[in-house]
């Protein structure tokens, strides 16, 4: 995971244990007209280029029910991206901040999440726009977005 | 992951092979007031109880400058769900939904994503208010809201 690229100045690393406390399954790649990190935008648009969820075949019945909702969060996997840095110099200046006060994709478990605009499905591909991540990049999760989602299973019993 | 149990009428399972395509390091864990699923709220308010994200003491420094941000992003790990599920039946009731057209904690990377009120920070203890999972829950990842955040790193040319 290029952990052994130089820090820039008051850059923190960190001395970590293997990660293997749980473990990802790819569940196909995210196709975007990005294929280098200098042309990648910082943040996504929702009027941006349609990019495509192209799920591996066995999930493609998953996605059943998921056009009735115009906006989508999807995860996925910033495979290129160091783990190891505590704090950052986004800017290069000295200054530092915190990962955790950063969306930055160099964090301990680099999971990129977006909220996007669903265009359309055709067949295992989910059209969207809004992404900002590198073409080829691996998918972890597709689901609705929190603000349109009532859930499905019945009350608890005492609970809101 | 409980991949054992029986499924609903009308639910599919998927024949996956091993989850092995990158690992995760949990970062701390979440202690909310929740002992039981049959007691967790099936969605977060913001108004609810105190939660504590407690962090391991190396990612402490990690927090510098997060307390600028009202409302953050967590990232978790729900361990206790199987992960094999590609329709799910939520009410049991021989109705079926795509895994990627629910919330649910079934699915086949069990990331749960929530936006919470950062209330206070304590050390290596976050405060919010918003989450809806179990005590003793594996964290992930702590990142600013995306409408509250701008990114830190130059411009790049002819980029957004």
């Known amino acids: 995971m ?5 820090v820039r100045p ?3 690393v960190a001395a970590l244990r293997p990660a293997a406390d749980a473990s990802l399954r790819f569940i196909g790649e995210i196709r975007t007209p990005w294929s280098d990190r200098a042309l990648c935008p910082r943040q996504g648009s929702h009027d941006g280029p349609d990019c495509r ?3 591996d075949p066995i999930w493609q019945p998953a996605l059943e029910g998921l056009i009735d909702y115009p906006l989508i969060e999807v995860l996925y996997w910033l495979d ?6 505590i704090v950052q110099s986004p800017k290069g200046d000295g200054r530092i901040i915190g990962t955790f006060a950063l969306r930055s994709p160099v964090r301990p478990n680099p999971i990129g999440t977006s ?3 669903l265009m359309c499905i055709e067949g295992r591909e989910v059209i969207v726009r ?4 590198l073409d080829g990049t ?3 999760d597709i689901k609705p977005d929190r603000r349109s ?3 499905k299973a019945p009350p608890k019993p005492g609970v809101d």
């Open 2 to 6: 290029s952990e052994d690229k130089p």
């Open 10 to 12: 008051n850059e923190r």
């Open 53 to 55: 969820l192209v799920l």
């Open 80 to 85: 290129r991206s160091r783990r190891d840095l």
């Open 115 to 117: 909220i996007v605009r």
């Open 130 to 133: 809004g992404m900002d991540c």
């Open 138 to 140: 691996p998918l972890l």
């Open 149 to 151: 989602f009532t859930p």
